[in-house]
C-alpha cells in the first residue's frame, strides 16, 4: 500500500518538462499562418516568437529557442510562397528533421466538425510501421516529446479528450487529430465514437540531422522529390500529352 | 535549397542506423517515467493499405484504428484510477470558437436538406 502511495505522489508531480517553440521564416501564406496557429492553440506547452527573417543562418533558430526556454521546437519555413517545409527539432544538441508539408487541410475547415477544450491533453497513437526502421524509431520519440502535452505543465488541463494519430504510410506520416466523443443517443458511459477536429496533414521527411538545424546527415530519404522537379515534372507530363495529340 | 544543392548525389541513400539510435538513446523519456506523462500508444500490427490513395477506404481504416486504441488507453487509465474526464460543470475556452462551430452546424444543416431534397 505504501508502494502504492508513493506511485500516487510521483504521478503529481511535474517531471516531464516539455516546451515547444513554434514559429516561422518570413514570406509563408495565410494558409500555413492559420496551420501555424491551429499548431499553437493545440498545443498548450508551446511558446511563440516573432517571424525569423534570416533563411541562410537557420542555426540562429537555436539562439531564439534558448532565449525563450524551449527545449523543442518547430520551424516552418516557406519556399516560393507554395511549398512550406516544417522543422522539428531538439534544442540545443539535436537531432532535428526536415519535413515537407503536404496535403494540408486547417483547423478551419467546415467539415471537420469536432471540437475539444483548449489546453487538455491528446492521447497519441503510433502506426507500428514506425518501428520497422531507426530512422521513424527516432521520429516517433521526437513526435512524443514535441506534440504531446506533458502532464503538470502549468497551462495543460488535466482532461483528455482528443487523440493525435500518426500512421507511417507511403513513406510519409499522415497526421489525424480525434476528438473522444460518448455518443449521446445510446446513453454510453464510454467513449465510442471519433470525430475528426483537424488539422490534417503529411509530413514527407527529407532528411534528419544530428545537431539541432545542422551537423551531420544521420539519414536522408532516397525517395524525396523535391517540390519543384515534381512540378516540372508534371509539366513536362502535359507537354507530352500536347505532342502526342498533336501528332 | 543551396544545401542541398552542394552535396554530391552518392550520398542519397545515407543511413547511420549507429547515430539514429545513439541519438534515440540521447532523447528518450526515462525509463521510470509513467506511461501517462506521455500518453504514447503504439499499435500492435502495421496498418496495410490497399491503395493509400483511396481516400475513403485510407480514412476509414485510420479512424478504426484510432477508436481501437482510444478504447483501450481510456479503460487503462480507468483502471490505473487516473482521472481524464473533464467534470460536468467545468467550462473553459474550446479550440474552437462558437462562431466558427455555428457555422459548422449551418453547413451540416444545409447539406442534410440537400440530401432530403435529392432523396
Redesign the interface.
Known amino acids: 500500500k505504501a508502494e502504492r502511495q508513493k506511485d500516487r505522489r510521483d504521478l503529481r508531480k511535474y517531471v516531464n518538462k516539455q516546451r515547444t517553440l513554434i514559429f516561422a521564416s518570413r514570406g509563408i501564406t495565410h494558409r500555413d499562418r492559420h496551420f501555424m496557429a491551429d499548431l499553437r492553440d493545440l498545443l498548450p506547452h508551446s511558446k511563440k516568437d516573432v517571424k525569423f527573417d534570416s533563411k541562410a543562418k537557420l542555426y540562429l533558430v537555436n539562439e531564439v529557442a534558448e532565449m525563450k526556454n524551449c527545449n523543442n521546437c518547430i520551424f516552418f519555413e516557406a519556399r516560393k510562397g507554395k511549398d512550406l517545409y516544417m522543422w522539428m527539432s531538439r534544442i540545443p544538441s539535436g537531432p532535428s528533421v526536415k519535413f515537407l508539408v503536404e496535403n494540408l487541410h486547417t483547423m478551419s475547415e467546415l467539415k471537420l466538425t469536432g471540437n475539444c477544450l483548449k489546453g487538455s491533453r491528446p492521447l497519441l497513437l503510433f502506426d507500428k510501421n514506425f518501428d520497422e526502421s531507426p530512422a521513424f524509431r527516432l521520429l516517433k520519440e521526437m513526435l512524443t516529446q514535441v506534440l504531446g502535452s506533458p502532464k503538470g505543465h502549468p497551462k495543460v488541463k488535466p482532461f483528455i479528450d482528443h487523440q493525435f494519430s500518426f500512421f507511417l504510410q507511403d513513406n510519409r506520416i499522415w497526421f489525424r487529430n480525434y476528438q473522444l466523443v460518448k455518443s449521446d443517443d445510446k446513453g454510453s458511459q464510454e467513449v465510442d465514437t471519433l470525430v475528426e477536429i483537424g488539422p490534417r496533414f503529411c509530413l514527407n521527411p527529407v532528411r534528419i540531422l544530428s545537431g539541432s538545424f545542422g551537423g551531420t546527415t544521420l539519414w536522408q530519404n532516397p525517395d524525396f522529390v523535391t517540390p519543384n522537379r515534381m512540378r516540372a515534372m508534371r509539366k513536362r507530363g502535359k507537354q507530352d500529352v500536347v505532342r502526342e495529340r498533336r501528332d | 535549397?543551396?544545401t542541398?544543392k552542394s552535396k554530391p548525389a552518392t550520398?542519397?541513400?545515407?543511413?547511420?542506423?549507429l547515430?539514429?539510435?545513439s541519438?534515440?538513446r540521447?532523447?528518450?523519456?526515462p525509463e521510470q517515467?509513467?506511461w501517462?506523462?506521455?500518453?504514447?500508444?503504439?499499435?500492435?500490427?502495421?496498418?496495410e493499405?490497399e491503395d493509400?490513395h483511396d481516400d475513403l477506404k485510407?480514412e476509414a481504416a485510420?479512424?478504426t484504428?484510432?477508436?481501437k486504441?482510444?478504447?483501450i488507453?481510456?479503460k487503462n487509465?480507468k483502471q490505473m484510477n487516473?482521472?481524464?474526464?473533464?467534470p460536468e460543470d467545468f467550462y473553459?475556452?474550446?479550440?474552437?470558437t462558437d462562431a466558427?462551430?455555428a457555422?459548422?452546424k449551418a453547413?451540416?444543416l444545409v447539406e442534410r436538406k440537400k440530401m432530403d431534397a435529392t432523396a
Not at chain 2, 550520398?11 to 542506423?17: A, E, H, P, S, W
Not at chain 2, 503504439?42 to 496498418?47: A, E, V
Open positions: 535549397g543551396d542541398e550520398k542519397k541513400n545515407k543511413i547511420d542506423v547515430g539514429l539510435e541519438k534515440l540521447d532523447i528518450k523519456l517515467f509513467h501517462v506523462e506521455s500518453l504514447a500508444v503504439t499499435s500492435t500490427k502495421p496498418l493499405l493509400v485510407r485510420f479512424y484504428e484510432s477508436l486504441a482510444a478504447k488507453c481510456l487509465l487516473i482521472p481524464f474526464e473533464r473553459a475556452e474550446m479550440v474552437k466558427h462551430m457555422k459548422v453547413k451540416l
